[in-house]
């Protein structure tokens, strides 16, 4: 999660010309107090963890405004999380990890973390394990969903799980429908055969087999 997609803004500012999802949902996910909020909680609790019990994945959107494959994405979405921009950063903290645990940053430049990232190269090693995974981030109803569609499509034995209070949309109600929160919607369900979890839920993880699942 990243400032251009999260970050705190007031109420009634106008929102920068990026996919920042808009007050409402940066509030339910980051709250008003920082070093309470169920993103950083989650994220610290992850982040504590041995790899041996958990692997911790961020992907991160990382965008060079010079490279012609992205004018189009950038021109569609307006510019956001440019390389080493403020807006770039993740909204939340990386100090207190665990001293020799690993995390993986991925650098992802479209909507497709498999199409534009290295992710299959750090997942492929753990294909015929019945790994557990939790997703979180944004959008819910896009990238969200479309990693859970790839990670379903290409690695059937993981387990996976999305949680509604870690994840948001650019409204809410796209949010709800994305987690098939309706009869309608999960006749059309994009996230069918993920298990839905409660407030208390999961990163942006992968677990060994014999791993825990964020509770
Ligand atoms: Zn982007």
Not at 23 to 40: F, T
Not at 67 to 96: I, Y
Not at 105 to 115: D, K, V, Y
Request: hydrophobic share 40%; aromatic share 6%; charged share 20%.
């Amino acid at each position: 999660m990243q400032t251009d997609f999260v970050g705190p803004v007031t109420r009634f500012a106008s929102l920068p010309d990026t996919p920042h999802v808009g007050h409402d949902e940066s509030r339910r996910l980051l709250g008003d107090n920082p070093a309470e909020d169920a993103v950083s909680r989650v994220i610290a609790w992850a982040h504590a963890q041995p790899d041996s019990t958990l692997r911790v994945s961020h992907v991160r959107d990382w965008h060079d405004a010079d490279d012609p494959l992205q004018c189009g994405h950038l021109e569609h979405f307006g510019p956001h999380c440019l390389k080493n921009s403020p807006g770039a950063q993740f909204v939340f903290p990386l100090d207190g990890i665990l001293p020799d645990k690993e995390l993986t940053i991925l650098n992802a430049t479209g909507l497709s973390n498999f199409a534009t990232s290295d992710i299959d190269e750090v997942l492929a090693p753990h294909g015929g394990h019945a790994l557990r995974a939790g997703l979180m981030g944004v959008w819910t109803e896009a990238k969200i969903t479309f990693l859970a569609y790839d990670l379903r499509s290409r690695y059937p034995r993981f387990q996976l799980a999305v949680c509604s209070a870690l994840t948001a949309s650019s409204s809410r109600e796209n949010h709800f429908i994305a987690m098939g929160g309706s009869a309608a919607a999960r006749s059309r369900d994009p996230l069918a055969g993920c298990d839905r979890v409660g407030a208390r839920g999961a990163a942006n993880v992968t677990a060994p087999d014999n791993g825990t699942q964020p509770s």
